[in-house]
């Protein structure tokens, strides 16, 4: 069994190369760890059963339900197949439980939305015969695959409108938890609006939860106490986005198109759609192709800025979109120098991060608060 | 001649434990009514529940893993309230519990036959330290247990946090917002169920006859039911009210190590799952009676994996706390309806 993380960059480099050619991944590569083992055996559609494990409710109109559209596409996709679901799957033994439940119930796939870390290695292990995915996942086993976005794009170009649009060059950030996509989120996010106002900060509150609307709009409302005048986050539901339609405030959010609850504050979504993705994993497991992959989906197939905030100035959005567009012609804005929050050059003057690095971005730039403990 | 109804000062036992039962079998009857109308067949899911958790080893053996933690959270409350304390911070407690073992098992070298016993001592010292403030407020302040465990709760949550997200983060890059896995771990007892079941279950005996037969376990109980009348004996209540919350936290703190050391196998926030809230449930079914809460924490646990099991099948994680919560709805009823007798009352002439 390869580990991924055991790989040295330049076989990573070389795998990235060769699957550059593969199908989600264009870009980066996604890093695709050659496995030994044989797929596993296709399975007829009316006896398969796929299941899903998820962070919060599937009304959160944000992560969840992003995902759950995926899991309908593929009832769409697949109507004779059975699949099963279960909502706000702690991070607790509790996971273990209803992930074992799963498979108890006979599912060939378990896809768990996210971070479940052990709890879902522990049950993955002794059930070889089940495919699993983690989303954000660190770890690849014979039966276990990573799948996730390219978020720090999009998280770049609208950094750039945040930038352009911010009076006080103060930026919050309504966090999670001090995870690599929280910390890549930031720092893009900070590079986009430096890129257009070398003084801008971001401040971060974490708030130990991807679904507290309570807690969003307490942090909200203290970032903007604080000076901030754009909000972004990564919480799977809309509570700062009101806080700041109240307060006059602008926010970028994440998953879908919710301007409905702040539509003056709106400026737009990290808008993600893994469907397609579900749709085509579920069929390599039915057809007997599947091996477990790491997909991290790249922007404008899988990830995307929404269409513009009501708000935002057609200037304002034509220059975030002009960084768009160079991003999609092969640019990366992820280029040296880069220095950390202490000040110190983690990336040297020239060099480009590689999407691993972006992935597993545990460090927080210089003009980030809050979350280097 | 007319009926009456008389208030009795004690419940007696035979009506006591029938009102329990009929509390459980309307609480369950009333949740088969309400899936029935949102259009489940509550039979068939019940079939379910209770094949998948008692129709496998693999449904037992998860079966006693969850029912672990309440029997420690359970007996932390139960044991409170023999003296009259209410200890609502058995959440927190049983983190510090498991903040303290993890510390011990991360940063302590030494060989596992020391290590364990070492880290079991934290954690139980970790809970009874938690418990320490607001248990000398209670005893010489009069300042209410029941706000000041509470609070403390989320201190103990952030503090687990804190390192798990931050100094102690597993270096590894493999788990986001934990600590690496712990080097030692509780032996495994029957298939995935460690050790920590029959430590809780020999100290929920052990608790049982010490209440039962020793002179402290009689002091305490008369401290607790009339702590003026226990003065008056020459009863230490105030040194007894001390030694019962320190205990009631040192067995949730036990509680904690031995889910982070036995069952997860890492800390990190989220490790508590509830299971000091619903300690406070398993010791009010049990009555404060430790044997009891052996039955009332497997009730518990039969009722939470079910609704794992249930939530498998397209229910809600509400749908099954609102069952636990009218368990103990009626239950609270059942109680205070079996205080109470029918009695005819001769007209006087």
């Known amino acids: 069994m390869t580990l991924i993380r055991e790989l040295s960059r330049r076989g990573f480099l070389n795998m990235g190369a060769a699957a550059g050619l593969g199908l989600m991944l264009p870009k980066t590569g996604l890093i695709r760890p050659a496995f030994a083992a044989a797929p596993l055996p296709p399975v007829a559609e009316e006896a398969a059963m796929i299941a899903w494990g998820y962070v919060g409710p599937t009304a959160d109109e944000g992560w969840t339900w992003a995902h759950d559209q995926g899991r309908l596409a593929v009832e769409k996709a697949f109507p004779k197949l059975k699949t099963s679901f279960v909502e706000s799957v702690p991070y607790s033994a509790d996971a273990s439980r209803i992930y074992r439940q799963f498979v108890a119930d006979g599912a060939n796939m378990v896809f768990a939305n996210s971070n479940y870390g052990d709890f879902l290695y522990d049950v993955a292990k002794r059930a070889p015969e089940v495919a699993f995915y983690e989303c954000d996942g660190r770890l690849a086993m014979e039966n276990l695959g990573t799948y996730y976005v390219q978020h720090w794009y999009p998280s770049y170009v609208t950094g750039v409108a945040a930038g352009l649009m911010s009076k006080t060059g103060k930026l919050g950030y309504v966090a999670s938890f001090p995870v690599p996509s929280v910390y890549s989120g930031t720092n893009a996010f900070l590079m986009g609006a430096r890129s257009v106002n070398p003084a801008a900060t971001v401040q971060a509150i974490v708030i130990n939860s991807w679904f507290d609307p309570q807690a969003a709009a307490q942090a909200g409302t203290a970032l903007l106490d604080n000076g901030c005048d754009v909000l972004f986050g990564i919480m799977d539901e809309a509570a700062y986005l009101q806080v700041a339609e109240q307060r006059g405030a602008k926010a970028v959010m994440w998953n879908t198109d919710i301007r409905r609850y702040g539509p003056s504050a709106y400026i737009s979504s990290i808008m993600v759609d893994f469907g397609p993705w579900y749709v085509e994993q579920v069929r390599r497991r039915l057809a007997g192709e599947w091996t477990p992959s790491e997909d991290i989906l790249p922007m404008a197939k899988g990830v995307d800025r929404d269409a513009w905030g009501e708000s935002v100035p057609p200037e304002v959005a034509a220059q975030a979109d002009a960084a768009r567009e160079k991003i999609l012609s092969g640019w990366s804005p992820f280029t040296g120098e880069i220095k950390d929050s202490n000040g110190a050059i983690k990336v040297a003057a020239g060099q480009t991060m590689t999407e691993r690095e972006l992935y597993e971005w545990n460090w927080s730039i210089e003009g980030v608060s809050g979350l280097d403990a | ?349």
């Open chain 2, 1 to 349: 001649m007319n009926l009456h109804l008389q208030r009795l000062p004690s419940a007696r036992p035979g009506m006591a434990f029938g009102a329990r039962v009929a509390a459980l079998v309307l609480a369950l009857l009333t949740a088969a009514a309400v899936l029935a109308a949102a259009g489940f067949a509550p039979l068939d899911l019940a079939a379910q529940v209770l094949r998948s958790t008692f129709g496998s080893r693999f449904g037992l053996e998860d079966l006693g893993l969850l029912l672990t933690p309440l029997i420690y959270t359970g007996l932390a409350v139960a044991v409170g309230l023999r003296i009259g304390a209410w200890n609502i911070g058995a959440e927190g407690q049983f983190n510090i519990g498991a903040f303290c073992a993890a510390g011990v098992a991360l940063f302590v070298p030494g060989p596992v036959w020391l290590l364990l016993p070492l880290m079991m001592v934290a954690g139980a010292m970790g809970g009874a330290l938690w418990i320490l403030v607001p248990t000398l407020a209670r005893a010489y302040a009069d300042v209410s247990e029941l706000i000041t465990t509470l609070l403390l709760n989320f201190v103990a949550l952030l503090l687990v946090y804190f390192v798990a997200t931050g100094p102690w983060l597993d270096p590894s890059g493999h788990a986001l917002a934990t600590t690496a896995r712990l080097p030692v771990a509780v032996p495994e007892f029957w298939g995935i169920v460690h050790w920590g079941f029959p430590v809780a279950v020999a100290l929920a005996l052990l608790l049982a006859v010490v209440f039962a037969f020793s002179r402290w376990g009689y002091e305490v109980r008369i401290s607790g039911s009339n702590p003026g009348a226990a003065r008056y004996a020459g009863i230490p209540v105030t040194r007894h009210l001390i030694g019962v919350m320190l205990l009631s936290g040192a067995l949730a703190g036990l509680g904690g190590m031995m889910e982070v050391a036995g069952t997860v196998g890492r800390l990190q926030g989220g490790i508590s799952n509830n299971y000091g809230y619903l300690g406070i449930m398993v010791a009010v079914l049990a009555r404060a009676a430790p044997l009891g809460v052996l039955a009332s924490a497997l009730l518990m646990a039969v009722i939470l994996n079910g609704g794992i099991i249930l939530q498998t099948q397209g229910l809600t994680t509400n749908t099954v706390l609102a069952v636990t919560g009218l368990i103990l709805l009626f239950s609270a009823i059942g109680d205070e309806l079996a205080h109470y007798r029918v009695i005819r009352r001769q007209e006087k002439g």
